[in-house]
Structures are given as structure tokens and as C-alpha cells.
């Protein structure tokens, strides 16, 4: 590319948002910039410091967009506009009508010397399942992964076999975590016809998403519900109940379409009233059994082995469900707590740098 070339990027994430911003970067950035930008105030762009923050409008200088310049230097500069997709892009199309270049945000910070991995970690903080995995990636993009790929380089180039694998090892557990960061773990309610699954997917989402009926069946297709419990991002999915003579097709269709649901699921919660038999479902998918209605039976009735008891209409063993279904699919909180507070590979490509020679990233 040409050095006096100007390029512009969005380096917002697209979409909603209170506020989106443009880089502008190349030999005539201020020049180009100038002919679009009315500042308030006498001085021109051009004439101002590096450093200096520019309120004004853009295109016209009575009715264009209001928004503000930070001029950086007087080949960088950031465009400050209303958030959304609608006054960025008329920015940058603007840009490009006095033959500015648009690229991708990353492209741009490659350009500016950021690395891979730094370039997967901001992309997947745009995309983080839940405040426990942003933290995770944002540890990343701080260094901890490519601090710890150096360190077993280090030992690796001292000869330290045992510190090579040891790193290694520890890494390869702690991806099990990373690569689900960007994507909801999945857990699928399931059970036989009015067992209270419904109620149940409504008292941990805390809300009514769910319609409730005392009618067996109500419930004939998949209802997914994301929700957030103890920091992570969970797809909840609400099914049909199983039964040994379904009503109809359309029962019957809810029924294989279960069935599927539970096929694909990071945890089942095998859901139970008082009174009913343990419902069909296949086997070697990690579940936790859930006896529901307990306010409508005593303590002292005989549970199945390790059910949790929970009532939606009493708000009982709500918390303990939540906790219990987190204790399942993040196990590495309560066994290994340091795992996660260190470097997590979170990409295919990582983890293949485990297998060759340590030190790239």
C-alpha cells in the first residue's frame, strides 16, 4: 500500500451502542479528515496540537453529525461518532469518497505491530459468553498466555523436559474451558409430561419465559432461554415432555426433537415430581436429577439418589440447582481455582502450538 494512502476502520464492535469510533491513520489523515470536519471554534484541525480533543460536525457545517476528533498525531486520528451502524458507516463512506482505503479492525492493528494472539483475544472478547469468561480473555490479551508460552520456551531451551510437559499439561486442562468462552454451554431440561420443567427453566431464568399449564404437553417444541448464572453464559433449553403414548403427531414430533436437544447437551437436568417414574433418555451424557413440586411433598418421602429438591412455586433449592449445574460444567472452579486465573489457550491454533516447538504465539 502506497504510504500517503489513508485507511480507515470501524474499531467498534457493529451494532448497538452509545458510541462508535473510526481510526483514520496515514501521511495525510488531518488533511483528508480537515475537508469533512467543521471544529467549533476558529481554529482548523490542522492548526491544532497533537493530543487534542475537537468537538464539531461532520460534512456540514451547520447540519452535519455532531461528533468529536481526537487527533492523536498528524497521521492518526479517531472519529467519534453516535454508536449503531448509521452515522459510522456515513463516516467512513465519506472517507472513502476522497479515496481513503477501508479495512477490517483487524488489519489495522496488525498494521500496528499487534500480534496473533492479540488479534484472537480482542475478537473473542467481543464475543465473551458472561463476565467469568470476559475476565478469562481480558487476562489474555494482558499476557498471560503468551507470558506462559515464553516460559515454557525458557525451560524447553534449558533442556527442562518435566517443565516443558508440566506447562504443557496444565494448558491442554485449561483449554477444555478456553474454547468455550465465546459459546454458551447448553443444558437441556428434560423430563416426562407436566413434570415442572417449565416451571423450573422459569425460576432460573427469573422470569416467565416458559408458558406454565397444569395441561400435560403444553410444552411441543424447543424454548432456548440464555441466561447468565454465577458469571457464565448458559443456553437453557425448555423441552417436550416424554411419554409413553404421545397425543398426536405434533406431540410426537416435540418428542424426537427431545430427544435430539438432549443428544447435543452440555448437561441434562433430569426433571422429576414426587410421583413419577424416571423418564427414557440416553445414556453417557452428564446429568443432574431434579425432583420438582417438593412443596407438595413431604421431606420424608423417598427421593432418588442425589436429587436435588427444588419448588418454582416456593422459590426452594432454586440457588442450590444453580450451583450445582455450574459445580457440573465449570468443575476446574472448585478442583484447580488457580487454573483459570492464568494463561488459557482459547483457539484451535493455540492449541496446536502445545504440540510443536514452545515460543510462538
Not at 453516535?82 to 477501508?102: N, Y
Not at 427414557?280 to 412443596?295: H, N, Q, R, Y
Request: aromatic share 4%; glycine share 10%.
Amino acid at each position: 500500500m502506497h504510504s500517503a494512502t489513508v485507511r480507515v476502520a470501524l474499531l467498534t464492535p457493529p451494532g448497538r451502542g452509545a458510541l462508535a469510533v473510526v481510526g483514520v491513520a496515514g501521511t495525510a489523515a488531518v488533511v483528508t479528515v480537515s475537508k469533512l470536519f467543521f471544529p467549533r471554534g476558529s481554529l482548523p484541525l490542522v492548526d491544532r496540537p497533537d493530543g487534542a480533543i475537537v468537538f464539531g460536525r461532520w460534512a456540514d457545517a451547520d447540519r452535519g453529525e455532531e461528533l468529536v476528533v481526537v487527533r492523536h498525531s498528524v497521521g492518526r486520528l479517531e472519529v467519534h461518532c453516535h454508536g449503531g451502524l448509521a452515522a459510522s458507516e456515513a463516516v467512513l463512506e465519506s472517507l472513502e469518497v476522497l479515496g481513503a482505503v477501508r479495512e477490517s479492525w483487524q488489519d489495522w492493528l496488525a498494521a500496528a505491530g499487534a500480534s496473533t494472539l492479540e488479534l484472537e483475544a480482542r475478537d473473542a472478547l467481543a464475543r465473551a459468553g458472561g463476565p467469568k469468561a470476559a475476565q478469562i480473555l481480558a487476562r489474555q490479551l494482558a499476557g498471560a498466555l503468551e507470558f506462559e508460552l515464553a516460559r515454557i520456551a525458557a525451560f524447553d531451551a534449558a533442556g527442562d523436559r518435566d517443565g516443558v510437559a508440566a506447562g504443557r499439561e496444565r494448558m491442554r486442562r485449561a483449554a477444555r474451558i478456553g474454547l468455550r468462552l465465546t459459546r454458551p454451554w447448553r443444558v437441556v431440561v428434560a423430563g416426562r409430561v407436566n413434570a415442572g420443567k417449565s416451571s423450573l427453566v422459569n425460576a432460573l431464568a427469573g422470569y416467565a419465559r416458559s408458558i406454565v399449564s397444569a395441561e400435560p404437553g403444553t410444552t411441543r417444541d424447543l424454548l432456548e432461554t440464555r441466561i447468565v448464572l454465577d458469571g457464565w453464559e448458559i443456553d437453557l433449553v425448555d423441552t417436550a415432555g416424554l411419554r409413553d403414548d404421545p397425543a398426536d403427531e405434533v406431540e410426537q414430533e416435540g418428542m424426537a426433537r427431545t430427544v435430539s436437544a438432549v443428544a447435543g447437551a452440555d448437561l441434562i437436568l433430569r426433571v422429576l415430581d414426587g410421583g413419577q417414574a424416571s423418564a427414557c433418555l440416553p445414556t453417557g451424557i452428564p446429568e443432574l436429577l431434579v425432583l420438582s413440586k417438593c412443596d407438595l411433598h413431604l421431606v420424608s418421602d423417598p427421593a432418588p439418589f442425589n436429587a436435588i429438591r427444588t419448588s418454582a412455586v416456593a422459590g426452594l433449592g432454586i440457588e442450590e440447582l444453580a450451583a450445582a449445574i455450574m459445580h457440573r460444567l465449570v468443575p476446574e472452579e472448585r478442583t484447580d481455582p488457580g487454573l483459570l486465573a492464568g494463561a488459557v489457550p482459547f483457539t484451535e491454533r493455540q492449541i496446536g502450538l502445545l504440540s510443536e516447538r514452545p515460543g510462538r504465539v
